[in-house]
Each structure stands twice: as structure tokens, then as C-alpha cells.
Antibody, heavy 122, light 107 residues
Framework: QVTLRESGPALVKPTETLTLTCTVS??????????VSWIRQPPGQALEWLAQ???????FYSTSLKTRLTISKDTSKNQVVLTMTNMDPVDTATYYC??????????????WGPGTLVIVSS | DIQMTQSPSSLSASVGDRVTITCRAS??????LNWYQRKPGKAPKLLIY???TLQSGVPSRFSGSGSGTDFTLTISSLQPEDFATYYC?????????FGQGTKVDIK
């Protein structure tokens, strides 16, 4: 059974850099086909996909946030790390990590972590 | 970018009701459409993928249909544990756009 859990600060100040960690169990991040995404949801707004990292270290980013995001993985710890620079109050959101499951030409996110709320405020 | 529009944004229903939620894409996404359920404080849960395929373990009262731009999630007989927020998501583009969500609460 694959499980994911997010961790990181609950509160960051404007202009600071946010670092979030996704700890994955039941799936080795080095296994061919392993893909993990970060997704966020600001209060009252839609879910927004942010970034993805694959088993072979291929990385993909939201076009609107690409300049602020870095995704990486530590295979020895089975963790995926997302950093977002220059945080702003509009970045206040619940941040989720999720496995992307791919079959044929289609894909979906399953499972997801429970999410971690990040508030950006001075 | 593809826009995903869900309707209604919220609805009130009673246990046993048949509930229908729609999701419209701004361009054809064939059947690259997934549905998720989210309960407060819980991880979102995949219900349906590829527009109409029920994820393993999901009750058969959930069903999905549609192709192209118009999709539907149906709960045939609403159960107490189904009160939640439902989201559609396109997997046609590499931006994986989600709908705004439909909150289903108790009437």
C-alpha cells in the first residue's frame, strides 16, 4: 500500500522560501514508473498542480510558477522535496503530494497525502 | 490553457437521493477526465478515471460518463459518507487542470 505524507512549516513570512517534504512509503522513488506530484489548494479556490518528479529524475513544472519552484528527491530517504521561493500571502494554501499513476496514454493522482496547510503572513 | 467548469458549485441533498455533478472542459479532452472526492481534513480520493472507469474499491453507486467536453459524475443513491466535495481533473494537458469543486451537503 502506497502512502504519502507532507511535512513542513505551517507559517512562513512574505519573501521567504518554503520547503516542503513528501515522505513516501510502499513505493520506492527509484522504481521505474514512480512519479510524484505536488498540488496545492488556496482557500476557496481550485486545486492547482505545481510540479512533478519521475523515477529517472525528469522534472516538470507549472508554467505559471516555474521560476519559483524546484522539485527534487532523495531516494535514500524516499522523500520528495519542493521549494518555492519568494512566498506571498496569495501562496497561502493546503499543499498536497500525490503519486501520479500512468497507464497507456492516461494518468491520474492516486493516492494523495493528507495535505499540509501553509500560511504566508508577517 | 484548458478551463474546467463544474456545476453546481454546491448542492443540498438527502440520503437516498440521486445526485448528478457536471464538468465541462473548454476544449475536447476526449476521455482524459478524472473525478476525486475530498472530505475535510482527509486526503483527496480518486473515484473515477478515464471518464467512466471506477477505481478499485469505490462503491458502485458512483458512476461517470461523458467524452469530449461534457462529463457527469452520478451518485445513484447518496449515502451519509458521500457528503464531501467533488472535483474533476483533466489529464489531457500537462497542466492537469482541476475544476472548482462541487460541495455536496445534507439537506
Amino acid at each position: 500500500q502506497v502512502t504519502l505524507r507532507e511535512s513542513g512549516p505551517a507559517l512562513v513570512k512574505p519573501t521567504e522560501t518554503l520547503t516542503l517534504t513528501c515522505t513516501v512509503s510502499g513505493l520506492s522513488l527509484g522504481t521505474i514508473g514512480s512519479r510524484v506530484s505536488w498540488i496545492r489548494q488556496p482557500p476557496g479556490q481550485a486545486l492547482e498542480w505545481l510540479a512533478q518528479i519521475d523515477w529517472d529524475d525528469d522534472k516538470f513544472y507549472s508554467t505559471s510558477l516555474k521560476t519559483r519552484l524546484t522539485i527534487s528527491k532523495d531516494t535514500s530517504k524516499n522523500q520528495v522535496v519542493l521549494t518555492m521561493t519568494n512566498m506571498d500571502p496569495v501562496d497561502t494554501a493546503t499543499y498536497y503530494c500525490a503519486r501520479m499513476f500512468v497507464t497507456g496514454t492516461t494518468n491520474w493522482f492516486d493516492p494523495w497525502g493528507p495535505g499540509t496547510l501553509v500560511i504566508v503572513s508577517s | 490553457d484548458i478551463q474546467m467548469t463544474q456545476s453546481p458549485s454546491s448542492l443540498s441533498a438527502s440520503v437516498g437521493d440521486r445526485v448528478t455533478i457536471t464538468c465541462r472542459a473548454s476544449q475536447s479532452i476526449t476521455t482524459y477526465l478524472n473525478w476525486y472526492q475530498r472530505k475535510p481534513g482527509k486526503a483527496p480520493k480518486l473515484l473515477i478515471y478515464s471518464a467512466s472507469t471506477l477505481q478499485s474499491g469505490v462503491p458502485s453507486r458512483f458512476s461517470g460518463s461523458g467524452s469530449g467536453t461534457d462529463f457527469t459524475l452520478t451518485i445513484s443513491s447518496l449515502q451519509p459518507e458521500d457528503f464531501a466535495t467533488y472535483y474533476c481533473q483533466e489529464s489531457y494537458s500537462p497542466l492537469y487542470i482541476f475544476g472548482q469543486g462541487t460541495k455536496v451537503d445534507i439537506k
